[in-house]
C-alpha cells in the first residue's frame, strides 16, 4: 500500500534506530476517540518494546495491543474486530520481536512445572537462568500460552537464522488468523491492510516477514 501510514511508520523506525526521539512524551490535550492515523498494533508485551517510540507515534493515532509474543490470539481478534468497526481503524501491523522469551518453551513444558513436574523445573530453571518454583497445582486456564512453533532455545538467545525463521513463521500465522477472519474485512471499501514485522532488540530496526509463506513444520 504505498504512502500508507504503514510506510512512514517505517521510516520513523529508521530514525529511531540510529538514536532519534521520535514519540512526544507532553500531554497532547483532549482527543478523539478515534485513533487519528487509523491504525491498530498488535505487539508483544516485552520490555524492550516501546511501541511509540519505535514506530514514531503519537498519543491518539494508534490502537496497541499487547500480550505475550504479540500472539494473534482470540482477545487480540476481538480487539482488532472492535477497533475497526466500531473505531474506524483500517491498516493492522502485527510486530514479533528477537531474543523473544516465547522461543523457550512449549505449553506441555510450562505447565508441567507449574503442576510440579521436577524434570520440567529443571528445564525452565536452566532456560530463565533463575530457580523456577512450582505451584504445585493444575489448572484448566489458561488453555494455552501460544508459545512458537520449533525446537525450543535458551531464554534470550542471540538472534540465529532459525530463531528468525520461527519468528517468521508465526507472524505469518497471525497474518493469515487476521485475513482470513470473517469480521475483518481485507477487501471493498472497508477493507483492512495487515503487514507483519520482527523488530531486533540489537538494532532498534523493523524487518518486514513477507506473506504467504512457510508458518511451521511440527518436526
Not at 57 to 86: F, K, M, P, Y
Not at 178 to 185: A, Q
Amino acid at each position: 500500500m504505498a504512502n500508507s501510514n504503514t510506510d512512514q511508520f517505517l521510516e520513523n523506525n529508521m530514525q529511531y534506530a540510529s538514536g532519534q526521539t521520535m514519540h512526544k512524551a507532553a500531554y497532547p490535550g483532549k482527543q478523539p476517540i478515534q485513533p487519528s492515523r487509523h491504525v491498530a498494533v498488535v505487539a508483544c508485551m516485552d520490555a524492550r518494546l516501546d511501541v511509540e517510540d519505535l514506530l514514531g507515534l503519537q498519543t491518539g493515532e494508534a490502537h496497541i495491543i499487547r500480550n505475550a509474543g504479540g500472539v494473534v490470539t482470540e482477545d487480540a481478534i476481538r480487539c482488532l474486530i472492535i477497533s475497526h468497526h466500531l473505531l474506524n481503524t483500517n491498516e493492522i501491523i502485527l510486530i514479533h520481536h528477537t531474543r523473544c522469551g516465547m522461543l523457550a518453551f512449549t505449553d506441555d513444558l510450562l505447565k508441567a512445572g507449574l503442576e510440579g513436574d521436577p524434570a520440567a523445573e529443571k528445564v525452565l530453571g536452566q532456560a530463565t537462568g533463575r530457580p523456577f518454583t512450582t505451584t504445585g497445582k493444575a489448572s484448566s486456564s489458561p488453555v494455552a500460552f501460544h508459545p512458537f512453533r520449533g525446537q525450543i532455545e535458551a531464554l534470550d538467545s542471540p538472534r540465529n537464522e532459525k530463531s528468525t525463521e520461527r519468528l517468521q513463521w508465526d507472524v505469518r500465522r497471525g497474518m493469515s488468523t487476521i485475513l482470513n477472519h470473517p469480521w475483518i474485512p481485507t477487501s471493498g471499501p472497508d477493507a483492512s491492510t495487515v503487514r507483519g514485522f520482527i523488530y531486533d532488540v540489537d538494532t532498534g530496526k523493523l524487518e518486514e516477514v513477507t506473506y504467504p509463506g512457510p508458518m511451521g513444520s511440527f518436526g
